[in-house]
T-cell receptor, first 112, second 114 residues
Framework: NAGVTQTPKFRILKIGQSMTLQCAQDMNHNYMYWYRQDPGMGLKLIYYSVGAGITDKGEVPNGYNVSRSTTEDFPLRLELAAPSQTSVYFC???????????FGQGTRLTVV | AQSVTQLGSHVSVSEGALVLLRCNYSSSVPPYLFWYVQYPNQGLQLLLKYTTGATLVKGINGFEAEFKKSETSFHLTKPSAHMSDAAEYFCAVTSMDSSYKLIFGSGTRLLVRP
């Protein structure tokens, strides 16, 4: 029972490089979320999706892009990495807006 | 726009003492409310939630929370702290309007002294 799977677990990027953080869930959940977690700041919502083909901005979307072509996958794209994007990124999914969100194990990203 | 405020970034209690972690929300309509716990180097897991019905909600590991609409609060309590409760706790809300955003507070780190 995989749940929410994030890859990679760790990554070091140079300033200006791009990368995609992968997120996949096998629970047939409609809702998916991307968060970043910085010390003392809690989790900030980057983007979210309520179903395939539907995405919307969260609290801190600048510098990121997402797509949701299937129910299972919700990749997060960083186009021009900046040191301010150094963070731990979590993907989550839920079946509806009032049910439990299941989280992946996180991706620790460092931009140097 | 909805928001969540957790008072106290750190709370320290003795083992066996009452745990009280505070959460207030700001929303145009009463939202769905959640408490999550995060152990070191792990993702978050659900402790309890309030959607509708009884305002006192019981969760896992002996935690409970009470939804108070008049105070826009959803404080988390546990009568007797255990060393294994040491973790970071997050309050979260989902708006009942069409945005469906799941928004988290800044978290409270619970320290349990022997």
């Amino acid at each position: 029972n995989a749940g929410v799977t994030q890859t990679p677990k760790f990554r070091i990027l140079k300033i200006g490089q791009s990368m995609t953080l992968q997120c996949a869930q096998d629970m047939n959940h409609n809702y998916m979320y991307w968060y970043r977690q910085d010390p003392g700041m809690g989790l900030k919502l980057i983007y979210y999706s309520v179903g395939a083909g539907i995405t919307d901005k969260g609290e801190v979307p600048n510098g990121y892009n997402v797509s949701r072509s299937t129910t299972e996958d919700f990749p997060l794209r960083l186009e021009l990495a900046a040191p301010s994007q150094t963070s731990v990124y979590f993907c989550a999914s839920s079946s509806t807006e009032n049910t439990e969100a299941f989280f992946g194990q996180g991706t620790r990203l460092t931009v140097v | 726009a909805q928001s969540v405020t957790q008072l106290g970034s750190h709370v320290s209690v003795s083992e066996g003492a009452l745990v009280l972690l505070r959460c207030n929300y700001s929303s145009s309509v009463p939202p769905y409310l959640f408490w999550y716990v995060q152990y070191p180097n792990q993702g978050l897991q659900l402790l309890l939630k309030y959607t509708t019905g009884a305002t006192l909600v019981k969760g896992i590991n002996g935690f409970e929370a009470e939804f108070k609409k008049s105070e826009t609060s959803f404080h988390l309590t546990k009568p007797s702290a255990h060393m294994s409760d040491a973790a970071e706790y997050f309050c979260a809300v989902t708006s009942m309007d069409s945005s469906y955003k799941l928004i988290f507070g800044s978290g409270t780190r619970l320290l349990v002294r022997p």
